[in-house]
């Protein structure tokens, strides 16, 4: 992303410093309350306790601490269930990464049925519903799209199930 550049000056991006300060400055501006919920803390404050819990692991803070490096890693979403799958946009944002990797083999242009891509999904989320593939395949056919091919029905799983709530908001 890059902003127009401001008349005799260098292209503003989310990298520059201005940019970084704004950010930084809107973040430590929040209540303590805005700031959980705009990073949902929360949502990872239970889970850790959950798994924590059921491990009964003898040392619960390193349990906890490897609980929240799979969390920055972006692993924590492998072989969960949807809800926690789709919890906050960090979640859905891992598990297309690791989607992604996971199926880096496959030719972009392999021809796939929806359902098949389906099938590829739940072998991270087993309980992974139907409905953003449907809503793929029914956007792909109203833009003309007649085979389907891996990296198309990728690309619309991933914008639809990544922005959900966007894509909810402006219907």
Known sequence: WMAAPPPGGAPKTIFAPSQR???DD???NLSPQQYLERYHIQTYLADAVLMVMDSRDERPLEATLKYFNSVLQ???VV????EY???TPRNRMSFVRIFVEDNRGVVAESEITVDDHLQLVMLLCNDFPPSIHQEAASLMAA???SGFLFGRVSAYFQVLFVFAEFMAAVR
Do not use: D, I, M
């Not at 072989?79 to 949807?82: P, S």
């Open 21 to 23: 300060k704004r950010q």
């Open 26 to 28: 809107e973040r430590f």
């Open 74 to 76: 972006g692993s924590h």
């Open 79 to 82: 072989l969960r269930e949807f």
């Open 85 to 87: 799958v789709n919890a």
């Open 143 to 145: 833009n003309g799209e």
